[in-house]
């Protein structure tokens, strides 16, 4: 079974400020790594993900997630952060064996101040 | 992209009544479609795997008889809440697969929120 650990539940930033969201997760098998992000009363939506092969993925907006299978973490960073950024962001895992059953993390609610 | 349809986004009933949730992939066809739940400032808790043409897989604690899902169609999943209470009130979310898909990435969709006096 997976598990995923999000270590901040929420993370307030100013404008501009690097930031950088935690993520750990544990499992018996190779798995998939993913974050998503969700602005309010809206689905989610796929940030970047992992599946195999190069272990730093970025996103189209600027985010970049390093997997480190030593320290079974997939932390989310962004070097400058917007307002629009503002977020719920959720970090999960999905076994790589074809079952697609994904486990999300709790979140953490990026806040980017003015 | 793969874009994931629900409706209604908001529905509010009366205590004891049944609510029909719909979710539909728009552009693809899912062959696995999943129903999450979530609570507010929490996660996502999945509550069951629905494949077309066959029987939903639940999750443990989730009552089926309660949550009742229907994959009658590629693209389309219906989840009924059966004589909802206050309890029950919450975001609901469904997400597919799409066929081929080898990396378990989830198209979601909206998501519907329930509120139940």
């Known amino acids: 079974a997976q598990s995923v650990t999000q270590l901040d539940s929420q993370v307030p930033v100013f404008e501009e400020a690097p930031v950088e969201l935690r993520c750990n997760y544990s499992?018996?098998?190779?798995?998939?790594l993913f974050w998503y992000v969700q602005y309010p009363n809206q689905g989610l939506q796929l940030l970047l993900k992992?599946?195999?092969?190069?272990?730093l993925v970025e996103s189209i907006n600027g985010f970049e997630a390093e997997f480190n299978k030593s320290q079974t973490s997939f932390h989310l960073r962004k070097p400058s952060v917007h307002i629009s950024d503002t977020a719920e962001y959720f970090c999960?895992?999905?076994?790589?064996?074809?079952?697609?059953?994904?486990?999300f993390g709790a979140g953490t609610r990026l806040f980017v101040k003015a | 992209g793969a874009v994931v349809s629900q409706h209604p986004s908001r529905v509010i009933c009366k205590s004891g009544t049944s609510v029909k949730i719909e979710c539909r992939s728009l552009?693809?066809?899912?062959?696995?479609m999943f129903w999450y739940r979530q609570f507010p400032k929490k996660s996502l808790m999945l509550m069951a795997t629905?494949?077309?043409?066959?029987?939903?897989?639940?999750e443990q604690g989730v009552e089926k008889d309660k949550f009742l899902i229907n994959h009658a169609s590629l693209t389309l999943s219906t989840l009924t809440v059966t004589s909802a209470h206050p309890e029950d009130s919450s975001f609901y979310i469904c997400?597919?697969?799409?066929?081929?898909?080898?990396?378990?990435?989830?198209?979601f969709g909206p998501g519907t929120r329930l509120t139940v006096t």
């Open positions: 992992y599946l195999s092969g190069s272990t």
């Open positions: 552009d693809f066809q899912a062959t696995t």
């Open positions: 499992s018996s098998v190779s798995v998939y």
């Open positions: 629905s494949n077309e043409g066959s029987k939903a897989t639940y």
């Open positions: 999960a895992v999905s076994d790589n064996t074809g079952g697609f059953k994904t486990i």
């Open positions: 997400s597919a697969s799409a066929p081929g898909s080898w990396d378990n990435e989830q198209y």
